[in-house]
């Protein structure tokens, strides 16, 4: 997984340099965000999901670099607890306006993370709650993913917004789906 994730990032930064001739700084948009939220993996699990992401709109293109990390919630669930890391490279195109920002978006990524496999046993409850946890195989996964990304930012001032994201994230193991809601820094308008 570590090397893998050097490779992507290392692609990134080629990528991201090649960009670095084209950008006009005075006249493009780019920001960071950063959002928390739920996920849903339909008919595994559900969670909070933390979306991070770095977006330049030139040309009227949205580039984006988005990281979402995903946890499963569950008061005295089973063990391990299921996790998912998504990084993906994304295009995308909408509209904008001095105060509204809406952009649809779409990539290639990696997924990769924990799930459970096979039951291995469980403990003893004690009183009156089922308070005994259930053990599986701890496995770990890396898959190639398809990103989608759908943002809509309110931006009241020139260096700041805020905004709600609907995400999901096609995967060969779990595939997910989610909300969240995020702030938005730098050249907004």
């Keep these: 997984m570590k090397k893998k994730s ?5 692609l990134l930064m080629f990528v ?11 006249t493009d948009r780019y920001w960071v965000d950063a959002g928390v939220g739920f996920y849903q993996s339909p008919n595994h699990n559900s969670g909070f999901a933390i979306n991070l992401g770095v977006n330049l709109i030139s040309d009227s293109t949205l580039y984006k670099f988005r990281a979402i990390t ?12 299921e996790r998912y890391l998504s990084m993906g490279l994304m295009l995308g195109k909408g509209f904008s306006t001095k105060f509204l920002q809406i952009y649809f978006s779409a990539g290639l990524g990696i997924t990769g993370g924990i799930i459970r496999g096979d039951y291995l046993y469980s403990e003893p409850s004690e009183g009156f709650f089922d308070l005994g946890g259930r053990h ?17 930012m309110l931006k009241p001032i020139n260096t700041m917004g805020i905004g709600l994201s609907a995400f999901g994230d096609l995967n060969l193991k779990r595939p997910m789906y989610g909300f ?8 907004l308008r």
């Design 70 to 81: 995903c946890e499963e919630f569950e008061l005295f669930g089973p063990t391990p607890t």
């Design 136 to 152: 599986y195989e701890k496995n770990n996964f890396v898959s190639p993913s398809l990103p989608l990304e759908v943002d809509i």
């Design 16 to 26: 991201l340099t090649g960009f670095g001739q084209k950008i006009n700084w005075e």
């Design 6 to 10: 050097f490779i992507f990032i290392t």
């Design 180 to 187: 969240v809601a995020k702030f938005n820094f730098g050249k």
